[in-house]
């Protein structure tokens, strides 16, 4: 044990689960924490969230939970007019509260479980977190999660963790189904 006690963001529970155990094997002491204004619509960030709670259950894991700061509207209001660099707004606004929420809880680092994922920008994410977390007291914990991509997915399937279909906002569901879409028009 290092002793070092980390608020991990959690985006999602398959997302979490190497992160954490990674950590932990390297002795940090793991708390989650979820906030994720971007996911669209509510029905989702609910199926997301019982993920979150499953995986916790399984790993044993604390997670705070920001349901009260579920405000869709000020993700969109944040990435409106600037829909093609949404990502990195998306990001900074999680990462900022994540850094928020570890600073009043007395957290040694924060981190997030962003970088697992192989469709995220990875280096945006690593250089916005540091940037976020400047030369503060609550450092950014960078690691390259994505290391764990297939152990995440194969113990999410063994545990029957929800996997979602597209990242999260409402931009990113009409992309992943626009075909649908396509196949429509293309009949009439
Ligand atoms: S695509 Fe994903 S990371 Fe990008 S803005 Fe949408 S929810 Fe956020």
Redesign the pocket.
Known sequence: MNNKRVLLHICCGPCAIYPVQALRAQGYDVTGLYFNP??HPLQEYLKRRQGVEATAKRLDLTVIYKDKDYDPAAYLRN?VFREKN??FH??AMRLEKTLSVAKRGGFDCFSTTLLYSKF?NHQTIADLGRDIAGQGETPFLYQDFREGWQQGIDLSREWNIYRQQY???I??EMERYHRELEKVMAKR
């Open positions: 971007n996911i990435v949404r990502c998306c990001y995220q990242c999260g906002c931009y990113s």
